[in-house]
């Protein structure tokens, strides 16, 4: 059975730079995602995590048996879904695929540059048992492997770029391709769009999928979290934050996406294309607890435009929740591990529970980031 190592692999690079030669590419491509691993320094909690942490013990005993608090979102769920490893699903963003189908199901939600200025989505997904239709299904991007990772998703996809191919093929990997020979039984096509907008995946096709791989659904007796999430009695308000009861990311000029904070559910309604975004299967639009502005370095591949994200050198962000924001700081300590948000004092941020949507901006748009 396949099962993640969690070994630090550090020989990515010359994986592709052995792949782009044996394809009779020029360009060099040692450049890829960097895998530094320096260590952060871990911040004493304060007594004031220490007190929700034990506020958040006890309510742990307090939840309904045969329930527990969701990784990706806090939110009390059955231990059937909380405890069952996520799907990582690679979700198409262009305005011919849109309304996306099944995507508020999603507890994390992804979104990062790709080639020729579009943002692609990756929807990370814990209860998505009755979906029949998940899509449409896009390709792969090497950065939103590791991003995936920190979460240890089961990643799909439908095809991928050249310089994905080496990661995809190391042991920590755990993947469903539309393009390998069982992909016709993971992934379907319909007839309402064309292609290659009309691929869509369901909770039988990823299982049937993981069955035929052998991969786990057990989280790792060592899995840690990315987030720290509060509990029902400490709700996070900062107090100290700017307001930001609109939130326009830096760089995504196609979309052109922006977050309104909607007072009375205390969410962050997201909408792009000039209107609000919305799950096809319900027609309702898409909303947030938590927004996290990531700032990354980049470089580019090669001529066609195909973007080298910096996943793992820490960097600045912005953490959004409640029409708040503060600054933040954010780490990788370990290429395939979790990807960690810290304050201004250094301490790791606490969030609210509900849905969290990440934005990667390249950090040469970051200052076109409008709050407000």
């Known amino acids: 059975m396949k099962r993640k190592s969690h070994w630090k692999g550090l020989l990515f690079a010359g994986c592709v730079v052995v792949l782009v030669a044996g394809c009779g590419k020029k ?7 960097r895998t530094t691993q320096e260590a952060t320094v871990e911040a004493t909690p304060t007594p004031e995590e220490e007190d929700i942490q034990e506020s958040a013990q006890e309510e742990k005993a307090e939840l309904p048996e045969g329930m527990v608090r969701s990784y990706l979102t806090g939110d009390p769920v059955p231990e059937a879904v909380g405890r069952r490893r996520p799907a990582a699903i690679m979700l198409n963003n262009i305005k011919a695929a849109c309304p996306q189908f099944g995507i508020s199901h999603a507890g ?3 979104e990062a540059p790709v080639e020729g200025g579009i943002t692609r989505l990756m929807g990370i997904f814990e209860d998505y048992d009755n ?3 998940i899509g ?7 950065y939103f492997i590791f991003y995936a990772a920190g979460f240890d998703a089961i990643y799909c996809h439908y095809g991928q770029s050249v310089y994905a191919v080496p990661y995809l093929e190391e042991p920590e990997v755990d993947n469903l391709s539309g393009l390998e020979g069982y992909g016709s039984q993971v992934y379907y096509r319909t007839s309402d769009r064309k292609p290659p907008h009309n691929a869509y995946t369901s909770f039988e096709g990823i299982q049937k999928g993981i069955e035929i791989n052998g991969y786990s659904q057990e989280y790792p007796p060592n899995y840690q979290s990315s987030y720290l999430f509060t509990d029902d009695r400490h709700p996070v308000t900062l107090d100290d934050g700017i307001t930001a009861n ?4 830096g760089g995504y000029q196609y979309n052109t996406p922006w977050f309104s904070y909607n007072q009375e559910t205390g969410l962050y309604d997201r909408f792009q294309f000039g209107e609000a975004q919305i799950d096809e299967e319900t027609g309702a639009g898409l909303s947030v607890k938590n927004i ?3 700032n990354s370095g980049w470089k580019k591949y090669d001529e066609n435009g195909y973007l080298n994200i910096d996943v793992n050198t820490s960097g600045t962000g912005t953490y959004i929740t409640g029409g708040k924001a503060i600054d933040i700081t954010w780490d990788k300590k370990d290429p395939w591990g979790a990807t960690y948000y810290y304050d201004s004092n250094g301490n ?4 609210n529970q509900g849905k969290t949507w990440v934005c990667i901006i390249l950090d040469t748009s970051a200052d076109n980031t409008v709050i407000e």
């Open 136 to 142: 449409s299904v896009r390709s792969c991007r090497d």
């Open 27 to 33: 360009t060099d491509t040692t450049d890829g995602p």
């Open 108 to 110: 994390v939600i992804y």
């Open 131 to 133: 979906l029949k239709k």
């Open 348 to 351: 790791q941020i606490t969030m």
């Open 246 to 249: 609109k939130v326009t990311p």
């Open 292 to 294: 996290i502005l990531q």
